[in-house]
């Protein structure tokens, strides 16, 4: 009979312990998809990036602003490639043999994005990812969503669907 109070005991033990050790939060996520332009971590919201491409060619278009790289065909569709380097204004990498591709859609728009490298794609918690610092470039203001710390780098969060309708709006 001891026996089995102490087992009786010992499950209601465990069950209070258990209970107190499940914390069940469900905390809204973001698909990110986090890239690298010169040496700097970037993302864009994994729903806006349909794939991702690795050793494509490009094939050059005459009469294109400097930010259009030209085209490629991704299985049959032909896809305009973007220079994410221009349009921050980072220094256009050394070598683009390396290159990753990013196929996007925003604003109506679809296009390819080229990267320096694609670090990850990843889930993360929302209440992780902050409001842009007030002491961003101007530039930037208007496209930055959002910072958040990955593998102990900042990564600057772009609103691509912006970055998509300011592209467009200044070809027309």
């Given at each position: 009979?001891?026996?089995?109070?102490?087992t009786?005991?010992?499950?209601l033990s465990?069950r209070r312990e258990?209970k107190?050790e499940?914390?069940n939060?469900?905390e809204p996520?973001?698909?990110?998809v986090?890239?690298?332009l010169?040496?700097d971590?970037?993302?864009?919201q994994?729903?806006?990036?349909?794939e991702?491409?690795s050793q494509?060619d490009?094939?050059?278009v005459?009469?294109?602003?400097?930010?259009?790289?030209?085209?490629?065909?991704?299985?049959?569709?032909?896809?305009s490639v973007i220079?994410l380097?221009e349009l921050?204004q980072?220094?256009e990498?050394?070598d683009?043999?390396?290159?990753?591709?990013?196929?996007?859609s925003?604003?109506?728009m679809?296009?390819?994005?080229?990267?320096?490298k694609v670090?990850?794609v990843?889930?993360?918690?929302?209440?992780?990812?902050h409001?842009?610092?007030?002491?961003?470039?101007?530039?930037?203001?208007?496209?930055v969503s959002?910072?958040l710390?990955f593998k102990?780098k900042?990564?600057?969060?772009?609103?691509?669907d912006?970055?998509?309708?300011?592209?467009?709006?200044?070809?027309?």
């Amino acid at each position: 009979m001891n026996k089995q109070e102490m087992t009786l005991d010992q499950v209601l033990s465990q069950r209070r312990e258990a209970k107190r050790e499940i914390v069940n939060v469900d905390e809204p996520t973001a698909k990110l998809v986090i890239f690298e332009l010169q040496g700097d971590w970037f993302a864009f919201q994994g729903e806006k990036i349909r794939e991702i491409l690795s050793q494509v060619d490009v094939f050059f278009v005459p009469g294109c602003p400097t930010s259009l790289e030209g085209v490629i065909n991704v299985r049959g569709d032909i896809e305009s490639v973007i220079s994410l380097h221009e349009l921050l204004q980072l220094p256009e990498s050394v070598d683009m043999s390396s290159s990753s591709y990013l196929l996007g859609s925003g604003a109506g728009m679809s296009s390819t994005i080229r990267v320096d490298k694609v670090v990850d794609v990843v889930d993360v918690l929302l209440s992780n990812i902050h409001k842009p610092p007030t002491t961003l470039p101007e530039h930037l203001r208007a496209i930055v969503s959002g910072i958040l710390q990955f593998k102990e780098k900042t990564v600057t969060a772009l609103d691509l669907d912006r970055i998509f309708a300011d592209y467009s709006h200044g070809l027309g």
